[in-house]
Structure formats: C-alpha cells, structure tokens
C-alpha cells in the first residue's frame, strides 16, 4: 500500500486515487455478489428460469452482427476523426510557435 500524505495540505497521488477507486469498485462488486447469491439462495427455481431466458434471448439475438456493425462502423468513422484531432493539435502548435 502506498503511504499517506504527511500533511493535510498535500494532495492525494494519481496512484492513490486510483488504488482508491480500485477498492470502492471491488468494494461495490463485492456487495453486488453477495446481494445476487443471497437472491439465488432464496430461490434458486426462479434464478435458474431467469438464467435460461436469458440465455435463450442472447441466443436468439444476432450480436454477432450487431458487433461486426459497430466495428465496421468504427473503423469507417476512425480516420476522419484522426485528422481533425490531429489538425487541432497542429493548429494549437502554429498558434503557441506564433505567439513566441
């Protein structure tokens, strides 16, 4: 683990912010977990019908396609997109070299 700042007018690290969100998020799945076992154990008929339905929709469901879409999708959009940060960066830089 990684020490605390030594005073109170220091401000946390990149590392500790993150090491905390990390233990909030475990924290909450955790809780998450424990919460959705008790459910089952209460009534294992109904979790395992909601499983099968659910398992029977994303069957049915064609995620394949709606995958391949996003990526081609993606991949069409990726290059425009590119440029224009890109543009935007060079723009910056010819202003700040200007500006000297």
């Known amino acids: 683990m990684t020490a605390l700042p030594s005073t109170m007018s220091e401000s946390p690290t990149i590392e500790q912010e993150v090491n905390s969100m990390i233990e909030d998020v475990k924290a909450k799945a955790c809780g998450t977990y424990e919460a959705c076992e008790a459910k089952v154990k209460q009534s294992p008929t109904k979790a395992v019908l909601i499983a099968v339905g659910t398992g ?4 049915r469901l064609p995620v394949r396609a709606l995958l391949v879409s996003q ?14 940060l890109g543009a935007a960066k060079l723009c910056g830089f010819l202003q700040k070299q200007a500006r000297r």
């Open 71 to 84: 990526v081609r999708l993606l991949a069409a959009l990726a290059p425009p997109v590119l440029f224009v």
């Open 56 to 59: 029977y929709c994303l069957h």
